[in-house]
């Protein structure tokens, strides 16, 4: 499977954006999904997962009430709704499907970053 990411861009503080994950070459719908970041010097963190189905999500406390994680397996397509946006949330973010959970190395398959600027 190969997974392309979208949706970035450069946004108010305070304003949203919506990151879209799109799968091509398999089904997305045996794996889990999930959104990490990585702003600039830090290291790559865990922002929001969702199981299979999508009945179950995780979103790292940071983002809790502000992002919501959610899928569509007939679409094929992982979203990351992103609102209430702060300078801190600048990052190039990741979509990756792999394992349900919070760690990097559930996540076997990445696809490219999207930026995501939030100016102050």
């Known amino acids: 499977v190969q997974l392309q990411a979208s949706g970035g861009g450069l946004v108010q503080a305070g304003g949203s954006l919506r990151l879209s994950c799109a799968a091509s070459?398999?089904?997305?719908?045996?794996?889990?999904m999930g959104w990490f970041r990585e702003a600039p010097g830090k290291e790559r963190e865990f922002v929001a997962s969702i199981n299979s189905s999508g009945g179950s999500t995780l979103h790292t406390d940071s983002v809790k009430g502000r992002f919501t994680i959610s899928r569509d397996n007939a679409k094929n397509t992982v979203s990351l709704q992103m609102n209430s946006l702060k300078p801190e949330d600048t990052a190039v973010y990741y979509c990756?499907?792999?394992?349900?959970?919070?760690?990097?190395?559930?996540?076997?398959?990445w696809g490219q970053g999207t930026q995501v600027t939030v100016s102050s």
């Open positions: 990756a499907a792999g394992l349900y959970g919070t760690r990097l190395q559930n996540y076997y398959v």
């Open positions: 070459g398999r089904t997305l719908s045996s794996y889990a």
